[in-house]
């Protein structure tokens, strides 16, 4: 059974920073994008940041550019978000997605909370 396990979150001041990890097992990890996906309360599900199959490209959304950077190894089937400069509307459930055509996996999700 294909595994996605998220760790790393937790509770941060504002400006400060994290890193999030997610273990992957039970499937060809360097054959899938990988990205990052987070869920406020009362908000839908939305994409944080992307890198291919080999690590080659990376794409973010604007709201992070600058401050967080996706990178993964393939030998350890691992991916990673580390997260700069981080704000409270940067707070969510954080989840990892595992992407090779129509096959598509989710993490549990792991809570960022950005407060004073």
């Known amino acids: 059974q294909v595994r996605l396990v998220e760790s790393g979150g937790g509770l941060v001041q504002p400006g400060g920073s994290l890193r999030l990890s997610c273990a992957a097992s039970?499937?060809?990890?360097?054959?899938?994008?990988m990205s990052w996906y987070r869920q406020a309360p009362g908000k839908e599900r939305e994409l944080v940041a992307s890198?291919?199959?080999?690590?080659?490209?990376?794409t973010y959304t604007d709201s992070v550019k600058g401050r967080f950077t996706i990178s993964r190894d393939n030998a350890k089937n691992t991916v990673y978000l580390q997260m700069n400069s981080l704000k409270p509307e940067d707070t969510a459930v954080y989840y990892c997605?595992?992407?090779?055509?129509?096959?598509?996996?989710w993490g549990q999700g792991t809570q960022v909370t950005v407060s004073s």
């Open positions: 997605n595992a992407k090779y055509y129509i096959s598509n996996y």
């Open positions: 890198i291919s199959s080999v690590g080659g490209s990376a």
């Open positions: 039970r499937f060809t990890f360097s054959s899938y994008a």
